[in-house]
């Protein structure tokens, strides 16, 4: 079972930033994307920036312009870098890792974080 370790977010005031990482590790032949989501008390969680392996990156309209997502491969680690950061970004933020695991015959499988709180003051 592939876990993922996440570090960084906070408490910051609005227009800061904050950069959060995930590291993937376990047994898994490939991993296919690494993202991040969000959810507030109440509603459902979403997508905010997902990357592909190949180093493509995909914003929900709300992020976009905002935030960057970047992948290090060798590493295994995906990076949300958060800058301009407004109230309504505060929420748990949760990696999320897509991937292939087997020997042979793949299965595609997902595992998701712990989840980080991240807290934007105005």
């Not at 970004?89 to 042979?104: E, H, I, M, P, R």
């Amino acid at each position: 079972q592939l876990q993922v370790t996440e570090s960084g977010g906070g408490s910051v005031q609005a227009g800061d930033s904050l950069k959060l990482s995930c590291t993937a590790s376990g047994p898994f032949f490939r991993i296919n994307t690494m993202g991040w989501f969000r959810q507030v008390s109440g509603k459902e969680r979403e997508s905010i920036a997902v990357i592909t392996n190949g180093g493509s990156p995909f914003y929900a309209d709300s992020v976009k312009g905002r935030f960057t997502i970047s992948m290090d491969t060798a590493q295994n680690t995906v990076h949300l870098q958060m800058d301009g950061l407004e109230s309504e970004d505060t929420a748990v933020y949760y990696c999320n890792v897509d991937y292939l695991y087997g020997l042979g015959i793949y299965r595609r499988s997902t595992t998701w974080g712990q989840g980080i709180l991240v807290t934007v003051s105005s």
